[in-house]
């Protein structure tokens, strides 16, 4: 039997990224800023392609910058003149997202498309490529094969690639997907070897998967403990509430926003915002999270119990961020795995 | 932007209400000329100085700081004077590391009996801020503000 | 030690000499440990000591009521003397398990030397001056300087000299004072334009998650600057110019207080040189004024405190 599906050699991939950049603003993982995040592909480094795993900044920053300029404003003596930023003529692809980030995109986007369309986020992806690379490796943290994920599959991109050795094979997903390696050169088509090849590879990265969150009746339990306070104070402890685990998440969507004014010119922006931090809730009579095990207990709340109420999915991916990168080792699969049976 | 030679810098003078400020005061009833280039702001004591201050000044694009206070000894909470000298010294070193030219941080001991050497600080400080040329650490564009829409993609 | 450390705050909870213990157990990632803070002693055997005990965990002070007893090494020690000159916390409500510390071992260090990432090596074992790495099988040796973090490296203070409960001998100290300062010295070579580009670039990717700020035990205040709205002295939104206003007044404002315990660095998740500013500050504040924070719990903190004759030169 013939796959329908296509292959290119990790040493052309380069081309076909440089022909993909006449058409589409291409993003690649890269240390270039000094921290791994998608960025502007420089049109000749290819070392992303030996990466295994995913970026410290998720690629929910390509859609929801850490701050983003929403308008400017100039005042003279008729009043004030307000302006859109230019908008970035090229759609983006995106190149070499993880099938745990590119699951939290179509998280994302039920939030940002529900009864409010937010024209800055879906400008910006309803106009992009998204290009998924299968996960060779797993950080000790990640733990998406519990939420339902698989490390080297995705049907949240419009192609899915899979790494075969010194190829990668290449599936289409999406329509946009199948109409964009239609009109891509270099590529070959798969054979069955090809495809056996894939499925050991998906295989093999799912088995690196160890961590395990234990999902059996997590509705219930975290229902039954909810008014817990014993159990959130002591596991609330020990966390600093800085925002590296919402910021780096890539479902947390949660932002600010602020005008910027010098003079007679500004500019409003809108930048990320955690609900780990005090101020986050605060009004001006009363602050309902003052407490840290109240705002510990939002954070998995939110991902694991208020939004699938909402929208029938958990706000959580697996990625494993939010254990790796914070700085006291804060882990949500304890917290969850830990979760009294009965209060 | 405006040709370097019409440029002139803008100077914050942060001065301590019971001397250097009636200085400053003496300067103006006894008709010392001393440069329009300072802006001044009343502080209670040259202690009340946060280095915030300092910084916030040239982030809004001053090119200079002057903090003033009274002479060693006399300040008039006692020891205000004293803890401003040591937070302007390792402001200045700071500022120096991350690479601001430490010239644009300055200080002066000025009484209220000395108008004449308010003037000559502040003619001083200004001279030399020409030297350094105008700040543009904060705001290379040009631009009111210095955000850009990026990710941190 | 480990066994010393567990018998002694064991007993100070079950004497009741303390409400909390807080020290450090294993973490949930390879060679990593986290911090236990418990009022319960069936917690206490889980407390461990090794190189990779990494937090400073005296940022957890003020925020705990109570009689605390706290795991401190020497950088530790020194962040609670420093708390008691703040009068942030009274000596007596605090019981200082000190740790001899020879060092902790930088885990981006190790993955350098490796070329692997952290949870693909093997082990990692000290043995007295050198360091052992095992990667897929195969054993690799270093000197330990080549893995020790920076800041340990330029240690002023490995065991704490205020302490309740020392929990061993004084251990040999293991400096090398030219590399911790090495990357502010190369700063330092170029121009005063390449400073400031340098920084530029570092502060661009900040994104303001401020746990450089949170895990600093220095930074204790109750409302930071930063939150300020009235007046809004730096603005919320992370561009790389209040990034870097931001982080030089937090400098300054722990001036006299931060011990180069390295957290700010080692905790921002974006790898910024933080530590090239708190050690430089550092460094100044010891140059100008011949102080160290948290040596002495009876001396007044920097910032407050004045010597008639010191650092006039630069005043007109």
């Known amino acids: ?177 199948k109409k964009l390696i239609s009109r891509s050169r270099g590529l070959a088509e798969a054979n069955e070897a090809d495809e056996t090849r894939a499925k050991a590879s998906k295989e093999a990265a799912y088995q ?37 685990c919402t910021f780096l998440c890539p479902t947390c969507y949660c932002f600010d926003i602020n005008d910027e004014l010098v003079k007679q010119q500004g500019a409003r922006f809108r930048s990320w915002d955690s609900c780990a931090f005090p101020v986050y809730t605060e009004m001006p009579m009363e602050n309902p999270r003052v407490e840290k095990w109240r705002r510990v207990r939002q954070r998995v709340y939110h991902k694991y119990e208020f939004y699938p109420m909402s929208f029938d999915v958990t706000a959580c991916t697996g990625c494993g961020r939010c254990i790796r990168l914070c700085p006291v080792n804060w882990d949500i699969t304890q917290a969850l795995n830990n979760l009294p049976a009965k209060v | 932007m405006k040709q370097e030679s019409e440029w002139e810098p803008k100077l914050l003078g942060l001065l301590c209400r019971w001397c250097s400020y009636a200085g400053a ?84 001991w000025v009484s209220a009996a000395e108008g004449g050497k308010f003037a000559e600080v502040v003619a001083e400080v200004t001279k030399e801020l020409k030297e350094i040329g105008p700040n543009q650490l904060f705001t290379p564009e040009g631009k009111g503000y210095g955000a850009k829409a990026t990710g941190r993609g | 030690m480990e066994q010393k450390l567990r018998d002694g705050a064991k007993a100070l909870l079950e004497q009741g000499k303390v409400d909390y213990i807080i020290g450090f157990e294993p973490g949930s990632l390879k060679f990593t440990t986290t911090p236990l803070i418990t009022r319960d002693k069936d917690d206490i055997d889980r407390l461990v000591i090794n190189p990779f005990i990494v937090n400073n965990l005296s940022a957890y002070l003020t925020e705990l009521e109570g009689r605390v007893g706290i795991v401190a090494k020497g950088c ?42 952290r949870d693909e090596v093997d082990d990692i074992t000290r043995e007295g001056d050198r360091v052992v790495i095992v990667v897929d099988g195969k054993k690799q040796e270093f000197p330990i300087t080549e893995v020790l973090f920076d800041n340990c490296l330029g240690c002023d203070m490995p065991t704490p000299s205020e302490y309740d409960i020392l929990l061993s001998e004084s251990s040999p100290l293991v400096t090398d004072k030219t590399s911790s300062r090495k990357k502010i010295e190369g700063l330092k070579g170029t121009s005063q334009e390449e400073r400031w580009s340098f920084w530029e670039k570092e502060f661009s990717r900040c994104i303001r998650c401020y746990a450089c700020r949170n895990v600093c035990p220095a930074c204790f205040c109750k409302r930071c600057f930063v939150e300020e709205s009235e007046p809004q002295w730096i603005s919320p939104v992370p561009q790389w110019q209040d990034n870097l206003m931001f982080q030089v007044i937090r400098n300054i404002h722990v001036a006299g207080r931060c011990t180069d315990c390295g957290e700010c660095e080692r905790a921002c998740p974006v790898n910024i040189q933080l530590r090239s500013l708190a050690k430089e500050m550092y460094d100044i504040v010891d140059d100008l004024f011949q102080f160290k924070a948290g040596m002495d719990k009876e001396a007044a903190p920097l910032l407050t405190a004045y010597a008639v004759e010191e650092a006039e030169d630069f005043i007109r």
């Open chain 1, 208 to 244: 690196k998967v160890t961590r395990q969150l234990d999902t059996d009746n997590i509705k219930q339990r975290l229902l039954a403990n909810l008014e817990n306070k014993d159990y959130w104070e002591k596991i609330a402890a020990k966390c600093l509430s800085c925002g590296v």
């Open chain 1, 1 to 177: 039997m013939a796959s329908s599906n296509k292959k290119i050699s990790k040493r052309d991939t380069g081309k076909l990224l440089n022909e993909w950049s006449q058409e589409f603003a291409v993003f690649v993982p890269s240390r270039e800023t000094g921290v791994a995040t998608m960025a502007k592909w420089d049109g000749k480094d290819t070392s992303f392609l030996d990466w295994h795993r995913n970026t410290v900044i998720p690629p929910k920053a390509n859609f929801l910058p850490a701050m983003e300029e929403m308008f400017n404003f100039q005042r003279d003596k008729e009043g004030y003149h307000i302006e859109l930023p230019p908008q970035d003529k090229h759609k983006q692809l995106i190149f070499g997202i993880r099938p745990c980030d590119a699951k939290a995109l179509a998280i994302l986007d039920m939030t940002f498309s529900d009864s409010y369309q937010d024209p800055y986020y879906l400008s910006k992806r309803k106009n992009a490529v998204l290009v998924g690379v299968g996960c060779t490796k797993a950080y000790d943290s990640c733990f998406c094969t519990s939420l339902g994920i698989s490390p080297a599959e995705s049907t949240d991109v419009d192609l899915m690639l899979t790494d075969i050795g010194d190829e990668f094979l290449i599936e289409a997903i999406t329509e946009a997907g």
């Open chain 3, 76 to 117: 530790d020690s020194r962040s609670i003397v420093s708390l008691i000159q703040d009068k942030q916390i009274a000596r007596e409500d605090i019981v200082i398990i000190g740790i001899p510390c020879p060092g902790l071992i930088d885990l981006s260090k190790i993955e350098q030397l490796a070329g692997k990432d």
């Open chain 2, 25 to 108: 005061d003496l300067a103006g009833t006894s008709r010392k000329k001393y440069p329009a280039n300072i802006k001044i702001l009343k502080v209670p004591c040259s202690g009340r100085v946060d280095p915030l201050f300092i910084l916030k000044a040239l982030r809004l694009g001053f090119d200079g700081v002057l903090v003033s206070g009274c002479h060693p000894g006399d300040c008039h909470y006692q020891t205000g004077n004293y803890r401003a000298r040591r937070r302007v010294a390792i402001t200045k070193k700071l500022l120096e590391y991350m690479g601001i030219d430490p010239r644009r941080i300055q200080a002066s």
